[in-house]
C-alpha cells in the first residue's frame, strides 16, 4: 500500500510538473508591473536659483550636450533670478513641477525610468 502511495505520488507531480505555462518575457513583464507597479520614474529638483546647482550642472556635463545654458556671473541685483535656463531639447525630461515650485524656480526632472 506504501508503495502504491508513493508511486501514485510520484505521477500525480509529475502530470501537474508538465501542465505549467512556461514564463516568457511578456508574461513576466506583467507580473513585474502588477506587483511592483514597475516602471518608475526617478525625478530630481533642480533649483535653478542656486550657485551650487549651477556648478553641479556644469560638472555633470548637461551644457556640452545642450540641455541646459548656465550663467556664469551674477551681480547682487541679480540674486534669486534663475542661473540655468533650460533648452528645447531638455523638454522631454520635464515631469510636472507645482506652482509653488515654480515661483522658486525649482525644475523637476526625470532622471531614470
Known sequence: MKRLTYILTVVIITMNSCTIE?????????LLIKEYQYPQVLDYDIYCSDPEHAKM?????????????????????DIGTPLIRFTANA???FLPTSEDDKKSNIQKVK???
Open 57 to 77: 550642472v556644469l560638472k555633470s556635463g548637461l551644457e556640452e550636450m545642450g540641455l541646459v545654458t548656465v550663467k556664469r556671473t551674477q551681480k547682487l541685483k
Open 22 to 30: 512556461p514564463l516568457d518575457q511578456k508574461m513576466a513583464m506583467e
Open 111 to 113: 532622471i531614470a525610468d
Open 91 to 93: 523638454k522631454p525630461y
